[in-house]
């Protein structure tokens, strides 16, 4: 007698639609598609830090002509309403990304193979899994480090806990977010089929160092709180459910 199928996670993704990202004096976002950005610099004078400065920019759909230092990443905002990474509720925005860029104070680019400082328009693939597509709205979150602190593998951690830090602000309004009034619902389960073939997918990541790490098992989708390198990890592999993965468990950091 065959055994039935077991359901063992359920996880529901909530998207919220942002039709409009405006400069203002505070961070705000409201499920209703509005969101303002407290743009311009900020220096940080803490002396044991690796950065210099910071400078928040808006980037309106369709404005690609400008100048980007390098990408260190692409990162969605979500946040967990309900279970842990994997499972429960979360709550996600569409039509904007952060994207973390950086270079230090003499203009050397934070990259260790090769930058990608220029042209956005030509250094950004825009409408990939992954990437804002043209009609999205950009918040460039560039990072300028001291000098030579953009190699160093504390220098690049701090920058992504600084843009983690800022992209938290929204994360703890969009938990508020009344689920009904979201624009996008998707549903997924990890189910296991006895008797049926069972897949594995290796996927390989950075462990080198500096810009070239990754963090799993954050408290947040594509999160650094409470994540662990998986250089300090060993480099060794570990197990992630297909619901973890769809979830933001894995936060790459190049």
């Known amino acids: 007698m065959a055994q039935k199928m077991k359901d063992l996670r359920r996880l529901v993704i909530k998207a919220f639609h942002i039709k409009a990202v405006e400069?203002?004096?505070?961070?705000?976002?409201?499920?209703?598609g509005k969101m303002k950005v407290r743009s311009g610099f900020t220096r940080i004078d803490e002396e044991k830090?690796?950065?210099?400065?910071?400078?928040?920019?808006?980037v309106k759909p369709g404005e690609?002509?400008?100048?980007?230092?390098?990408?260190?990443?692409?990162?969605?905002?979500?946040?967990?309403v309900l279970g842990r990474l994997g499972e429960g509720i979360t709550h996600t925005l569409t039509g904007v990304y952060v994207v973390l860029t950086g270079v230090d104070v003499n203009g050397k680019q934070t990259a260790e193979f090769?930058?990608?400082?220029?042209?956005?328009?030509?250094?950004?693939?825009?409408?990939?899994?992954?990437?804002?597509?043209?009609?999205?709205?950009?918040?460039?979150?560039?990072?300028?480090?001291?000098?030579?602190?953009?190699?160093?593998?504390?220098?690049?951690?701090?920058?992504h806990q600084k843009c983690d830090e800022f992209v938290q602000e929204f994360r703890e309004?969009?938990?508020?977010?009344k689920g009904e009034e979201?624009?996008?619902?998707?549903?997924?389960?990890?189910?296991?089929?006895?008797?049926k073939k069972r897949v594995l997918i290796v996927k390989q990541v950075a462990g080198q160092g500096a810009m070239y790490d990754t963090h799993l098992f954050g408290n947040e989708p594509s999160g650094m709180e409470g994540g662990r390198s998986?250089?300090?990890?060993?480099?060794?592999?570990?197990?992630?459910?297909?619901?973890?993965?769809?979830d933001g468990i894995i936060r790459s950091m190049q």
């Open 23 to 32: 400069e203002g004096n505070e961070n705000r976002v409201s499920s209703i």
């Open 49 to 58: 830090s690796g950065i210099d400065t910071i400078e928040v920019a808006i």
């Open 64 to 80: 690609h002509n400008r100048w980007t230092n390098s990408i260190m990443d692409i990162i969605p905002i979500s946040t967990k």
């Open 114 to 159: 090769g930058s990608s400082e220029g042209n956005l328009e030509e250094k950004l693939y825009l409408g990939r899994a992954g990437t804002p597509s043209l009609e999205d709205y950009i918040i460039s979150f560039n990072v300028t480090f001291k000098a030579g602190m953009g190699q160093e593998r504390c220098g690049v951690t701090e920058a």
């Open 173 to 177: 309004q969009m938990k508020k977010f």
């Open 182 to 195: 979201c624009t996008e619902r998707h549903e997924y389960h990890d189910i296991v089929r006895p008797g």
């Open 230 to 246: 998986i250089i300090e990890m060993g480099n060794m592999p570990v197990l992630v459910t297909p619901n973890e993965y769809r």
